[in-house]
């Protein structure tokens, strides 16, 4: 969770007009009129919306945001507000109003000292929508793009620091849905299917906490397929990198078991 926003809030000395809710039915129609704030000058529209942040009524705080933008669009205050906007929907949880404020802010001022931070709020977006391994994970693709985004963009920043540790997750995340995807092809003895899935794993999420089981599964699957020889070299493999590992005893086991003409390493 971001802790500060990204750049200083301005604490303006005016005093903050209390906050006028209309609701209820409107005239003689006898329709429901929906929640409108009234028209305010800027400094007490901003004020009002920075103090609902502060309290943590986020929600309302990137309405009173919008409606700065909505109410004064050519004050300098409504950039400030659109950023802020996409900020306090993002704390509230509420992800795709904040990605689409942050996109709107990029899309009107994309040279804008604050659109790291832009590119970095729409990607925490994804990354905090991240689900487990069990589901399905474009949301996963869509966080490490994004990711990306601010690496390449803006690689000497502290967003991209940031966005270089998450990458490491989300790698780890997608080798880990491949490795389910895997062993569910493996028990069901779809042996080549789950050989593909376990070598993505290797040739791509190398780095990751699942390349040695991906490495064991390899010894497994090749063995089922017919083919000791290309266990051996995964065998090999696993046993040059992951030494001591439980996965690489195991793939020892197997190959002195089925393939006793090779050698695990």
């Known amino acids: 969770m971001l802790k500060t926003s990204p750049f200083k809030l301005a604490v303006l000395a005016v005093s903050t007009t209390a906050l006028l809710l209309t609701s209820g039915c409107g005239g003689g129609r006898g329709k429901n009129r929906d929640t409108a704030y009234v028209a305010r000058d800027v400094d007490t529209l901003y004020t009002a919306a920075k103090d609902r942040l502060d309290r943590g009524d986020t929600k309302i705080a990137a309405e009173l945001f919008d409606e700065v933008e909505r109410q004064h669009p050519y004050s300098p205050w409504a950039r400030r507000a659109q950023l802020m906007s996409a900020f306090s929907y ?9 990605v689409q404020s942050a996109q709107r802010f990029l899309s009107i001022h994309p040279g804008n000292k604050d659109a790291p931070y832009a590119y970095y709020l729409i990607a925490l977006c994804y990354y905090e929508q991240i689900s487990d391994v069990t589901r399905d994970q474009k949301i996963t693709l869509q966080a ?9 963009r803006y690689p000497a920043t502290r967003y991209a620091s940031d966005a270089r540790l998450k990458l490491d997750l989300v790698a780890d995340h997608l080798a880990g849905k491949e490795m389910e995807i895997g062993r569910f092809y493996e028990r069901s003895g779809k042996w080549l ?9 290797v040739d791509n999420y190398q780095t990751t906490s699942h390349a040695p089981e991906a490495l064991y599964r390899l010894v497994e699957t090749y063995l089922s397929l017919g083919i000791p020889e290309e266990a051996q070299k995964a065998a090999a493999v696993l046993g040059s990198n992951y030494p001591g590992s439980m996965w690489y005893e195991k793939a020892y086991g197997l190959m002195n078991k089925y393939a006793p003409g090779t050698q695990a390493s």
């Open 193 to 201: 299917a789950a050989t593909l899935r376990f070598r993505n794993v």
């Open 144 to 152: 490490q793009q994004a990711l990306n985004d601010v690496v390449r």
């Open 90 to 98: 993002y704390v509230a949880r509420d992800y795709s109003k904040s």
